[in-house]
């Protein structure tokens, strides 16, 4: 530990870098530069990520299989009381977020946190850190790509669901292969895809719950707190629906990810990290309580085709093929 750690002030919040062990000020000032410059020398990271890609990409990376499919889990594991879960994840991704975002504002790298852990903790921490998360996305994207072959069969059931699997694996790694302008731009829109998907499907279900949708009727106090009532199973599945949860809400790290690749990461990481964390608790705290005031918790389409689904076959929203 040094005796006078170098801080990084902001406000009344002070980064001590030096307590971490970060690089040099220096050293750290002239990597910013580097990332600046629009001529970006051969072997170095490009700068073309504006704010709107860099908000975008983190909601777009949080919002997938896991709240469209998985969700459907946590309810049916937890009842009506899986709202808690994500409430408490939501809690918890806004905390890290905050914590995260200062860290890359003062030191953007692509590493980010595994980076972080490797000179504050050590270089085994970073390692490991750093492993772990890309096995994790070696997990994540066939499960996302099946999840999303699944919801694409049963619209268009007259095509298999491996020749789906395999379009969407083509096109993410054609996505990833592409230049930073072209990726920014690329999940920028399929991000805004999503979002205008969620905040359709939310105000569908407020619809339905307030019963302006002809020939639906819902009923919300019956579904929520009928069935075994708020908590069917007790608080205990609470804590398995947390693992769901927050597998769902993984993703939205990559806003500090992308800061090594924006033009100027103090300014744009630190107004999509204020935007990111209210924008995903909202969509996901509204896309729950839509799916738990419309269907009960023990439906078993709830697993059996997901939530979303569910939800959209309830307000009989037409979602297969004739």
């Known amino acids: 530990m040094h005796e006078t750690p170098q801080g990084i002030n902001r406000g009344d919040t002070a980064i001590a870098l030096g307590e971490m062990d970060f690089a040099p000020h ?21 700068s ?5 890609h860099v908000v975008m990409l983190s909601i777009g990376g949080s919002i997938g299989a896991g709240l469209f499919v998985g969700s459907g889990h946590a309810i049916a594991e937890a009842g009506p009381g899986a709202i808690i879960a994500y409430l408490l994840a939501s809690l918890l991704v806004v905390l890290v977020m905050r914590m995260l975002g200062e860290m890359a504002c003062a030191m953007p790298d692509s590493g980010s946190f595994s980076t972080y852990a490797g000179r504050a903790i050590g270089p085994w921490a970073g390692f490991m850190i750093g492993w772990m998360y890309w096995w994790y996305w070696v997990l994540v994207l066939p499960l996302e790509a099946t999840a999303a072959a699944n919801i694409l069969n049963s619209w268009f059931p ?12 083509l096109t993410l790694t054609i996505a990833n292969l592409a ?3 072209h990726y920014g731009e690329l999940e920028f829109w399929f991000s805004v895809v999503k979002v205008a998907a ?22 919300v106090s019956g579904n929520v707190f009928g069935q075994g009532g708020f908590l069917p199973r007790g608080y205990a599945p609470i804590a398995g629906a947390m693992l ?23 300014q744009e ?17 509204g896309s729950i309580f839509v799916i738990i005031a419309v269907v009960p918790w023990n439906a078993p389409e709830l ?20």
């Open 48 to 52: 073309s990520l504006k704010q709107r």
């Open 179 to 181: 230049s930073v302008k």
């Open 303 to 322: 697993t059996r085709i997901g939530s979303y689904q569910a939800v959209l076959q309830a307000i009989h929203v037409p979602m297969r093929s004739p």
């Open 244 to 266: 769901t949860t927050m597998f769902t809400f993984l993703g939205t790290e990559v806003v500090t990810i992308a800061a090594a690749e924006s033009a100027n990461p103090e």
């Open 198 to 219: 969620i905040i359709l499907f939310i105000v569908g279900g407020v619809a339905a719950i307030v019963g302006v949708i002809p020939g639906v009727h819902v009923n």
């Open 26 to 46: 220096a050293e750290h000032h002239k990597r910013r530069d580097e990332t600046r410059s629009p001529n970006v020398p051969a072997g170095s990271l490009g």
């Open 269 to 285: 990481i630190s107004r999509a990290i204020s935007s990111v964390v209210w924008r995903i608790s909202l969509f996901y705290i």
């Open 158 to 169: 007259q095509i298999e669901v491996w020749k789906f699997c395999v379009a969407v694996t």
